[in-house]
């Protein structure tokens, strides 16, 4: 019923998204992460869907069902995440990575469960190194597509987002606050700013996250 009353304004578009946090292996039991809960990723797929895109959803550990009509694909890290996002990406006309990436992962995860200092008689330490810039990748070879991005930032909101969509060469950012009531990682709402290559800027105010999907869309729509 919903589809009567929104636009169809993306029919034949292909669209990738990402979403949700990843996990890196420590040892077959624990992991390094994040508090994303995916849940603005999923709002963004199932608008797209429902205003007549073809939803390709990457996504991250996370305890939401996928969206009807959207070709779900679960990953775990940020490697496999790479390799389902560079490998979609050829055939989308639109690329929005809402993820929370990991940016580090254990250099070795050990195979065997690790075990506490009174059986091993050591301290435990762990090696950590960078995870690939999946986004930073995607922007490089963007050519004609369209990509967003999202900026995580606690602080100097619109400077550091910016920045990201500078460097990795975006036509779009969302400066997401996060660290504060009601935005961000596990809240139903969101506060953000919309940031375009063209300098321009909209904020938009705080709003439950399937209505800032929407927003994104209708901002995305009228650039295409
Ligand atoms: N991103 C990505 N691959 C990574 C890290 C981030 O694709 N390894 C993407 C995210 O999906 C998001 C954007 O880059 O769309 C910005 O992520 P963010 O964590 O805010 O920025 P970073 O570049 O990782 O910088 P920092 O965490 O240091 O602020
Ligand atoms: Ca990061």
Sequence with gaps: LDKLFVPC???????LITAGPTR??????????????GKMGYAIAEAAEKRGAEVTLVSGPVALLPPLGVETVRVESARDMADAVLGAMDTADIIIKVAAVADYRPADSRDKKIKKKDQTGE????????????????????????VAGFAAETNDLVENATLKMDR???????????????????ADTNKVTFLFRDGTRRDVPLMDKSAVAHALLDEIGIRL
């Design 123 to 146: 301290d435990l330490s762990i090696n950590i190194t960078e995870n690939p810039d999946i986004l930073r990748a995607v922007g490089k070879k963007k050519q004609h597509r369209f």
């Design 24 to 37: 890196e292996a420590i040892d077959p039991v624990r992991y390094i992460s994040n508090h994303s809960s």
């Design 9 to 15: 304004d993306f029919t034949g578009k292909k669209i």
């Design 168 to 186: 990795k060469n975006l036509d779009m950012i969302v400066a997401n606050k996060v660290g504060v009531e009601g935005s961000g990682f596990e």
